[in-house]
């Protein structure tokens, strides 16, 4: 699908510089007698993780990263996106699903979420993205989030009962 890409650069979190999420559509062919890029091109980076995994439409997609047609370009110059992936401690696989699907909760000021299943490649099985319309949205987040750990209560503790992994990467968007 030409075009249909988000590329988000690394500012915190994970060791990888770039995230590129390419929509390929309902299904997806690998050619494996494809040439081998050229020098110059295979040289550009030490490494790479190819993951296919199952998510929303392009529609869903573009309208929660705030890049649809429809999108008020005023409000996303200068969005957050938390790049988070995550494996289920056994027996959770289902709950954690849920958990990470669930709406917003209060005082979460993210604007925009995805949710997306592993299907091959990376060593996780389930990857989200959430915007923020600007760094201090997500740093109003980070406080709401950490007064309502601090009383016992909030997501840090359900996440921790159904996660045996889970990594955050904080990054801002290049493209489009």
Known sequence: MPGHSLVLRHQDGDSWDYAVIQHMGPT????????????????????????????????????????DESADKSKTTGPVYVVSVYRPAAGHREQLEKMLGA???????????????????????FLTIARYDSWQEYGTNQSNSVAATSKGQGGWFQLREHTSFHNDTLTDRIFP
């Open 28 to 67: 997806a062919t690998v050619d494996a007698v494809r040439p081998a890029p050229s020098p110059s091109v295979r040289d550009l980076s030490d490494w790479h993780n190819d993951t296919f995994v199952n998510g929303p439409s392009w529609a869903e997609f573009t309208k929660a990263m705030g890049i």
């Open 103 to 125: 709406p917003p909760a209060s005082g979460d000021t993210s604007v925009g979420n995805v949710l997306m299943q592993h299907l091959e490649g990376g060593p996780w099985t």
